[in-house]
């Protein structure tokens, strides 16, 4: 009976359109009310509290700033100016530019959300102006965009890592190769239709044009080499290096490139407070509903279901993966992880799934979920920049979205490529 009530009441206020936390908390406080034994409302707000009361959960509002920050900073124009001498001779010269700083950026906010609003404000009117199709352009900026969550730092990873209770050290380090490969495979997407298109190219960059760029974006690569450097060193926690981080960003923004003012930042911290607010209430009240689907026992039953159906880990893996697909048509990737894997999770280890590769697996299926529609929040956001229909943008991520399912394949059935540098590093005993 509470399970059927906690299932009508999600749908429910989900079809009238309530905010998401409302969703999970009415639909929650409904089945505990419903249960074959009282349990008292008081242990709500507890839950709630409880549910974010993480030293590690504290990185995901610096990281968030962080990326609010790069724009305000000028950090961004001089990441696109390094790509641009970087790649930008190569045949689709914006395209290739537009992929490499998606890649820089991620590196440094994590966020897809902010690479694309960032990197997509400047980069799509600037391709449009140069002769590329404006649908191309937005799908190319939006499944770019998609390395944020991937390449370290994560906001993806971070809350994987809390609700899974594993390493988010290792979970960054797991996330650098699946995150050149994707980046990688862009890339020749990118080319391939450029070249046959027929899209413009730069001049190469001379040494001394090349050393300008370099010489002008260093603080701002240098970030993530701080961020991993100091993971790896043992100097910070990921919390810590994410404070070092909007500390860092604030001092180049003032006195380095001195374009960041006190107007900006304060509007910076205030989109900021928005955003941290809406995170944190959709996390807490998740993670309500997660506890109550496991008082239910919903992850033993699913357990069950599945196990009955192969208990062959390769299968169960490509079942996941079509299902998280799937999910991520029409759910919202942090919900996703919050609601989804604490019923997932203790499916895995008696099948021998290591945690550390299914975290960076899920984080590529919910980055799949940013660019599919009807959802499909980061495409949403880059068809707007671009001034294109959503029906239009969709059809040209195609060929990305192919891209990156293959390179899902490759992670999913490959775990030596995602394990390869938290194994190298922890058995060289550098941690």
Not at 14 to 27: E, H, M, N, S, T
Not at 196 to 202: A, I, K, V, W
Not at 325 to 338: D, H, R, T, V
Not at 399 to 427: H, K
Request: aromatic share 10%; charged share 10%.
């Amino acid at each position: 009976m509470a399970l059927t009530i906690l299932i009508f009441l999600l749908l429910f206020t989900l079809i009238i359109g309530l905010p998401l936390p409302f969703c999970l908390g009415v639909a929650s406080v409904g089945a505990l009310l419903f249960f074959d034994f009282p349990v008292p409302m008081t242990i709500v707000p507890q839950r709630f509290v409880a549910g974010i009361d993480s030293f590690s959960f504290m990185a995901i509002p610096f990281f968030l700033l962080v990326g609010d920050l790069m724009n305000t900073a000028g950090i961004t124009q001089r990441i696109i100016r390094l790509s641009n001498a970087l790649v930008g001779h190569l045949p689709g010269g914006l395209a290739q530019v537009n992929v490499v700083s998606s890649m820089f950026f991620g590196g440094i906010s994590g966020s897809s959300s902010a690479d694309t609003a960032s990197i997509g404000s400047i980069l799509i009117p600037a391709m449009k102006k140069e002769g590329y199709d404006a649908d191309f352009s937005v799908a190319l900026t939006a499944t770019s965009s998609c390395c944020g969550p991937i390449i370290p730092p994560s906001i993806g990873l971070i809350l994987y890592g809390v609700i899974a209770n594993v390493s988010i050290t290792k979970l960054f380090l797991a996330g650098y190769i699946p995150g050149l490969l994707l980046g990688g495979s862009l890339l020749i997407t990118a080319y391939v239709i450029s070249k046959e298109r027929g899209y413009p190219t730069h001049p190469r960059a001379n040494a001394r044009e090349l050393f300008e760029a370099f010489k002008g974006s260093i603080f701002a690569a240098a970030l993530p080499f701080l961020i991993i450097g100091g993971l790896l060193s043992g100097v910070f926690t990921v919390t810590e290096a994410a404070g070092v981080a909007v500390v860092y960003t604030l001092f180049v923004g003032f006195f380095i490139y001195r374009e960041l003012t006190i107007s900006g930042t304060i509007q910076v911290l205030r989109n900021a407070v928005v955003k941290v607010g809406t995170l944190m209430s959709i996390a807490a009240s998740a993670l309500i509903f997660a506890w109550v689907l496991t008082i239910l026992e919903v992850p033993q039953q699913l357990a069950l279901a599945i196990l009955s159906f192969s208990d062959n880990k390769y299968i169960i893996l490509l079942m996941l993966n079509v299902f998280f697909l799937f999910i991520g048509m029409f759910m919202e990737p942090k919900a996703s992880l919050l609601i989804l894997m604490p019923v997932i999770l203790p499916l895995l280890q008696p099948l021998g799934i290591d945690l550390i590769h299914f975290g960076i697996i899920i984080i590529f299926n919910n980055v799949i979920g940013l660019i599919t529609p009807p959802i499909g929040i980061v495409l949403n956001l880059a068809a707007k920049l671009g001034n294109v229909g959503m029906d239009r943008a969709s059809i040209a991520a195609l060929p990305f979205l192919g891209s990156m399912l293959i390179v899902l394949v490759i992670i999913t059935y490959v775990p030596a490529l995602v394990l390869f540098l938290p194994g190298l590093l922890w058995n060289a005993h550098w941690m």
